[in-house]
């Protein structure tokens, strides 16, 4: 168990390091970096008192209280400026972190004031005097833990309706990476909740030092981050984003009463939109983007983005996608086309990887390319 602490300490700290070293560092590199350094940090001072330290040093009793209140809004802060990367910090972004802001203030007095037997004490049980104090903070990190998951999980939900709204491929834009950080973190927190209820609530004894349960998976979490990191290199190397934020929001249909194309006007860009996706095949550009096919018909792209969620009824993302299903469909139904594996059709028909292929193919026929391929050489 000691080399499990060890090794999430030291690429907690590899990791801020990295971060801190990195050049042209955004905000959200920034926030990750604080995030690195508070796990590296919590971590330490878990190990340090599994190793007896505060005994024989009393005046850390205390230190990291406020620690488990600062990753849940470390958590939501990088996922609202990884979705948006111009946005700039605010002071009403610093509210996140005052709940534990104030426990070290309320805490003050214990880390100046008294003794290191009192102290001693205190840690032992032998002193109830921050006994309700303690059970509030507690509430409050399951209530944080709880929450910002949720908060962030959200906008990475309306993000994804952004994308979807503006390009035809999402995989360089992908954050399904972050998705699944934002489930661990979940999942840490509610597992903490279950055990504070079941430990705090009920007096149900475990047996064991389930706190372990709760690091081991905050060192997991680390691991997944470093091999997040090593994917997605724009994490941690000095290469930007090569995507942009999305330029045109999504809306409901029935939100369009007000837009300045009346209802003929939009029917026939209708028509030549269909026209041009039929003769042009924009489609075959794997890049291709609202802005780009809006350009190509001389349309603004918030017309264009009507267009297709007034008379197709979808997204853009979903809208191209169609169509390129259908041009694989004709790929593969030429004999010719036998020769060539479905990778090579899904390429010519405007898809860029396979992974992106046979989740968007799945999506619009319930089927997977082999089985529809089955079907059409049978």
């Not at 959200?28 to 330290?53: C, E, Q, R, T």
């Not at 046979?358 to 049978?378: G, I």
Request: proline residues 4%; without cysteine.
């Amino acid at each position: 168990m000691d080399a499990v602490f060890i090794i999430g300490i030291f690429l907690s700290f590899f990791l801020f390091l990295l971060l801190l070293r990195k050049k042209g560092k955004s905000l959200p590199d920034k926030i990750l970096a604080v995030w690195m350094l508070v796990i590296g940090l919590h971590l330490l001072n878990y190990y340090l008192y599994s190793l007896d330290f505060w005994i024989r040093y009393p005046h850390l009793v205390g230190v990291a209280a406020p620690f488990p209140l600062l990753h849940g809004p470390l958590l939501y802060l990088y996922t609202l400026f990884s979705l948006r990367p111009q946005s700039r910090i605010r002071y009403r972004n610093y509210l996140h972190f005052a709940p534990a802001a104030l426990v070290y203030i309320y805490l003050s007095r214990f880390y100046f004031f008294y003794s290191a037997e009192e102290k001693a004490l205190l840690d032992m049980g032998a002193m109830d005097d921050f006994a309700l104090f303690t059970n509030l903070v507690l509430v409050a990190f399951v209530v944080s833990g709880i929450t910002y998951p949720v908060m962030a999980y959200r906008l990475l939900g309306n993000y994804q309706k952004l994308i979807d709204a503006n390009y035809s491929n999402d995989e360089r834009i992908s954050l399904n990476w972050l998705k699944y950080s934002i489930w661990w973190i979940g999942l840490i927190f509610l597992t903490v909740a279950v055990v504070t209820l079941l430990r705090e609530g009920m007096g149900h004894e475990f047996g064991f030092n389930i706190d372990l349960v709760f690091y081991v998976m905050i060192v997991l979490f680390i691991f997944g981050l470093g091999y997040s990191g090593i994917r997605h290199q724009d994490i941690f190397s000095d290469n930007p984003a090569t995507e942009g934020m999305p330029i045109v929001e999504p809306k409901p249909a029935g939100e369009y009463k007000k837009s300045s194309l009346d209802a003929d006007t939009a029917l026939a860009l209708h028509q030549k939109l269909l026209q041009f996706m039929k003769e042009q095949k924009p489609f075959l550009e794997p890049k291709l983007t609202l802005g780009n096919l809006a350009q190509s018909l001389g349309l603004s792209v918030n017309h264009l983005s009507q267009v297709i969620n007034q008379y197709e009824g979808v997204n853009f993302h979903d809208f191209v996608n169609k169509y390129r299903v259908e041009e694989f469909k004709n790929l593969a139904s030429h004999p010719h086309s036998r020769h060539y594996n479905i990778l090579a059709l899904a390429l010519d028909a405007g898809f860029n990887s396979k992974s992106a292929f046979n989740m968007v193919f799945k999506k619009h026929t319930d089927k997977t390319p082999s089985q529809y391929l089955s079907e059409l050489n049978a």
